[in-house]
């Protein structure tokens, strides 16, 4: 479909995806090899990138190497939860090295290519949305109802990733707790989680630039 197609970006973007993708493949998996990593598993991606010749942002994924990376999951055995299954496993300290819970941030139309390949496995995930991207006219962005189609075929649950996305360390607090309040209030489809803790935003948020 015509808004999965990446229109050209820099040779810049294209040389820093490459140095990631190399330290990932080198450095990540040494440090991976001399500290085993023996906690539940958040994984967290953005946009999904068709074209290998021409990535449309730095933190897309070839939807190739998404594919081969959720195989890989299923066969080391990795069972899969939805927000609501993890924050239960978590409230009940039930979690274990077993547990993987996916995420997409911000959300780039290209990730509906990814919703479809883990809804095909019957795989829950999460995605974190930024209501300004939803509320605009920016053919980039995941709107509502691309949105609501994605819930309507999938495991999807929903939270926030703040309005506007600006780094809210940055904001004063009332602007920051204002901004996440509203990301709450105007998300007409985020999933409700409550944490004891945290019983004044029954709902969970991921901070952008976290
Ligand atoms: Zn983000």
Known sequence: MGYYANPPRS????????????????????????????????????????????????????YKDF?????????????????????????????????????????????????????????????????????SDNGNWCRWDDLRKVASFSKAEFGSHSVYHRRLSKVNLEDASKEIEESFQDNPIICTVTFPEASKFPTIIDFPFR
Do not use: W
């Not at 409230?91 to 883990?118: N, Q, W």
């Open 11 to 62: 040779k810049k973007t294209l040389l820093k995806q490459q140095i990631k993708y190399m330290l990932s493949q080198t450095l990540g998996m040494l440090i991976n090899m001399a500290i085993p990593f023996e906690e539940p598993l958040i994984l967290n991606y953005h946009g999904i990138c068709l074209n290998e010749e021409n990535p449309r942002d730095i933190n897309d994924v070839r």
């Open 67 to 135: 594919t081969v990376q959720i195989k890989l999951l299923q066969a080391l055995g990795y069972k899969f939860l939805s927000l609501t299954e993890f924050s239960e496993a978590y409230k009940e300290s039930r979690l274990t090295p077993a547990a993987c819970m996916i995420t997409f941030d911000d959300v780039p139309r290209s990730f509906i290519k990814a919703a479809e390949y883990l809804s095909r496995d019957n795989i829950p995930f999460v995605v974190f949305v930024c209501v300004a991207h939803a509320n």
